[in-house]
């Protein structure tokens, strides 16, 4: 069974894509070389367009990325049973390794770093390339997770919470208004103001005003301990940027996921999500 799935930048048919078995390799960049048996080398991918594929046979395969921006020879990626790992062949150029479902979530791959595991399922390599970014993504297989209602150790204290948070609570439906934004696939949107995440959740919380939902994001962020309580002797320094430090540390511990978005109320019609 093919282990990755390397799908070229928009501009390729689906049949541009690239199937890596455990142990194959992808080199990728502006004159890829593929090694032959005899250690010499030959440029391989002469198409046009923003990407054209090359290789075959038993050798490594090549993607050409015909771009003065990118190096000649850029990067290579490794399939294994379960995951991917990236080498990046340039001299200054960082790669960022983006997870499409993650919100935001990235990994950056150093100049010159050699064989860097990326954890995603499904992942979008970005290539700066002068002024433009150039893209491809890369599926690997399912992830396979831990039974979560297996028993667990018989003895013993349970473990507690980090973050004990009740789902039906208005704070959790104020924290996921919040972060709708961003798992919605925008990474990078701003953030709600208050007054919008007033508006949004009218239709199943009528009595929502500033007030009630500025009470709430005070209450997540010593809730979950970003500030002191308000009985507390020191309170310590302000905390500025409330909602975006909330909303990071929600997403990066996915205390709030896309499933959670069901509970919001229907947006009304003509209504960006």
Known sequence: MNSIIVVPGPTMSPAAQIRLAPGQTLRFGREPLRRTGTGTGIRTGTGTGVFATGGGG????TLH???AGVSRSAGEITATATYWSLSNFSR???????NPEGAGEH?????GRLDA??????????????SELLTLDVWAPRHDYADRDAPGEPDGEPTALPFPLDRSSRYFLVLTALCEPRLRG????????VEQVVERLKPSWP?????AVQWNIDYLAVKLRLKPGPDTVDPGPRLV????????LALRFDLVRETDLAALPAAPTGTAR
Do not use: D, M
Not at 107 to 111: D, L, M, V, Y
């Open 107 to 111: 990994i950056k791959i150093a100049p």
């Open 207 to 211: 009595a929502a005003n500033r007030a």
């Open 186 to 193: 925008e990474p990078h949107a701003p953030l709600p103001t």
């Open 241 to 248: 940027g409330k909602k975006e430090t909330l909303v990071s």
């Open 92 to 98: 200054s150029a960082t790669y960022v390794v983006e």
């Open 65 to 67: 990325v015909p771009h």
């Open 58 to 61: 038993s050798g490594p395969h």
């Open 117 to 130: 595991p990326v954890p995603f399922e499904f992942a979008r390599l970005v290539l700066p390339a002068g």
